[in-house]
């Protein structure tokens, strides 16, 4: 069983559609696919929609949190996208991403960058915005070569000229509300220490007790010290250990599948989760 929790479609700031993603992990060989684009379930019916055969689809989303002044992500798995609480505020911290990325293209602007925010706005349609679609823009400028080279503290990154923060919401809070809508939580990549400040993991334990599930830690931002290290803090904190590519399409290098989920640590997932369940490919024919 090949396993991969972690993926981003056009209803974020991945480059493929939620069709062509299901397609394509089946075609890279994948059993089981999460599809967790940013404070967004809105790829989930397409996906569903145009499942394989052979493939499992496990809904969720990756949700933009803040501690202590220090960003991070949390993936909720297999919740109710219905429980009305955790609906609205995704919402909330989806919309707030239109009037944040408008204040990067103009800071942007006062930099001398000649983007538009119309362009920017083409690039992500109608998906959860974020720097990957001003990214996108500026490599089409010729001010940055790639997606990734525009996340630099002279453009985009944390402490960059352009960066504009967004609303997000308190881990303990988001622990509690996917739980409430009978999801299971697991903290993306805590060591991701190139995109910015990490969460120590004094605080990780804290969510730990506050009941977060698991923590991501086969995954292309960390390194082998990384893993050694956050294994053995998962293992000393009674944490489930995913491993999942992160997905982007076009927008990252990583593929899909390249890293994955010990099957063991999925059937947990599933077994924790009551608001939603893993939906087995039909073949891409339209359901009833
Ligand atoms: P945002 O959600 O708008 O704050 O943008 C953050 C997203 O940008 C992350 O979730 C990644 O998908 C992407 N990202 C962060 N760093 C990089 C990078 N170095 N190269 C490509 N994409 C990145
Ligand atoms: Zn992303
Ligand atoms: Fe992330
Ligand atoms: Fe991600």
Redesign the pocket.
């Known amino acids: 069983m090949r396993i991969d929790l972690h993926t981003?479609s056009t209803a974020?700031?991945g480059t493929d559609t939620p069709a062509e993603l299901v397609r394509n992990a089946r075609a890279a060989g994948l059993d089981v696919v999460a599809l967790t684009d940013?404070d967004s379930v809105r790829g989930h019916a397409e996906a569903l929609e145009a499942l394989p055969e052979g493939l499992t689809l496990v809904t969720g989303a990756?949700l933009?949190c803040r501690i202590d002044g220090v960003?991070m992500?949390m993936l909720a798995y297999l919740f109710d996208p219905d429980e009305p609480e955790f609906a609205r505020e995704r919402e909330l911290v989806r919309d707030d991403?239109v009037p944040?990325?408008q204040g990067m293209v103009t800071k942007l602007q006062q930099l001398g960058v000649p983007i538009e925010w119309s362009r920017v706005a083409a690039i992500a349609g109608d998906a959860s915005?974020?720097?990957?679609?001003?990214?996108e823009a500026l490599v089409e400028l010729g001010v940055v070569e790639?997606?990734?080279?525009?996340?630099t503290s002279e453009w985009?990154?944390n402490d960059g000229r352009a960066y504009v923060d967004?609303h997000e919401l308190d881990p303990f809070t988001a622990i509690r509300l996917v739980k409430a809508a009978g999801g299971v939580t697991v903290f993306a990549h805590p060591g991701a220490a190139?995109?910015g400040d990490t969460v120590p993991l004094t605080a990780i334990a804290e969510l730990a007790a506050a009941g977060l599930d698991g923590i991501e830690v086969d995954h292309m931002d960390h390194d082998a010290s990384d893993r050694a290290r956050l294994r053995a803090f998962a293992a000393e904190y009674g944490l489930l250990v995913t491993g999942s590519s992160?997905y982007?399409g076009s927008?990252?290098t990583v593929r899909l599948g390249e890293y994955t989920t010990h099957p063991d640590v999925y059937g947990e997932i599933t077994r924790r989760a009551t608001g939603a369940f893993p939906v087995p490919g039909a073949g891409g024919r339209p359901r009833a």
Do not use: C, M, Q
């Open positions: 981003h974020s700031d940013h990756e933009s960003g992500h991403r944040r990325a915005l974020g720097r990957p679609h001003i990214a790639t997606v990734s080279d525009a996340f985009l990154a967004k190139k995109r992160d982007h927008r990252k």
